[in-house]
């Protein structure tokens, strides 16, 4: 018998959480659909049964009373949605799964205060269960020593430059090897690398002492498609919505739901001025943060003031190049996954990887919603009718 991967509600991305507060205050009673794509269509199919039986035992999770006081300490969180939280539970129900001629399918449906923390657990799920069945021989042990030699490889790449302003963040949750894993690589950054103190998972920062960090995803964006009466004013409504839920933090907003152009067409100046920051999770990194850049010195505002924040298949290397470019031009900041969580030493000359998996919104209100994202493989929706309609609104070419 399995023993449970999950052991905690927290065990998931802060952004969920925060999502999920900003959802039950404005949009308690809405409906949407998620589905489970893997983009380079592996064959996760055998692996049903299994899933099913961790989403038997996810049921049994729930809120305990040092969960909560820890999450009331945080500031972000009201009383209202913390005590309604002591009593939610995940429901089996809401989720359809099967092995589609080895396609895993998933989709999960209900009301969008339910269905909105199914997304990263279950991932973690299913990315712990194909790694143990793969690669049941690699664990803690390699997973650090191959960290100390990329943070060797870092140190020396980086001996002549100044990195003082490099802010290194756990996006790892989703796609890593085992929670073990993820824990562990924390835990050693946590005290050996300048300046880490921040992961986007609420149960090791609650564990460790550090920052949960993580605002809003792409389904904030998507449901708003149907939560306007004009799509054209979607995303300055889910910009507006979201400041109302939190005026005073959790400032930083994600820009490629319907393309970075269209983003900043509607992100204005008084926007601009209140979120402390934008954050890249597609397309070109530096032509990215130059239209950022550019875009703020066009509303007049200071881009040292504000700060961007990188997530999109993050390495050192990467980051790297992004840091050198951009130094003492904007503050700056590095949230990677994989290739913190997920990438390990298996056989000679390969590494177990990060498998690319998501749970994307696909409906909101029994309607269709899309993400037309800055790099083509993410754009999400299969009806071809609203991805052109969405185009059309909002001035998008090219094959997306």
Known sequence: MQSPILTSLLDTDAYKLHMQQAVFHHYPDITVAAEFRCRNNEKLGIYVDAIKYQIGLMEKLFLTENEFNYLNQTGYFKHDYLMWLKNWRFNHNLVTIRDDNGELYIRIEGKWLDVILWEVPLLAVISEIAHRDRTPDVGIEQAITHLKDKLASFNHKTASFDMSQFLLMDFGTRRRYSFKVQEAVVCYLKDHFPDFNSTSNYLLAFKYGL???????????????????????????ALHVWLEEYPHDLDIALTDCITMDAFLKDFDKELATRYQGLRHDSGDPIEWGEKAIAHYQRMGIDPKTKILVFSDSLNFDKAIKIYQHFYNRVKLSFGMGGHLACDIPAKKDSNTKALNIVIKLVECNGQSVAKLSDSPGKTISQDTNFIEELKRTFDVTGNI
């Open 211 to 237: 920052k949960p960090v993580g605002t809003q995803a792409h389904e904030w964006f998507q449901a708003h498609q149907r939560l306007t009466d004009n799509l054209s004013d979607c995303q300055r409504k």
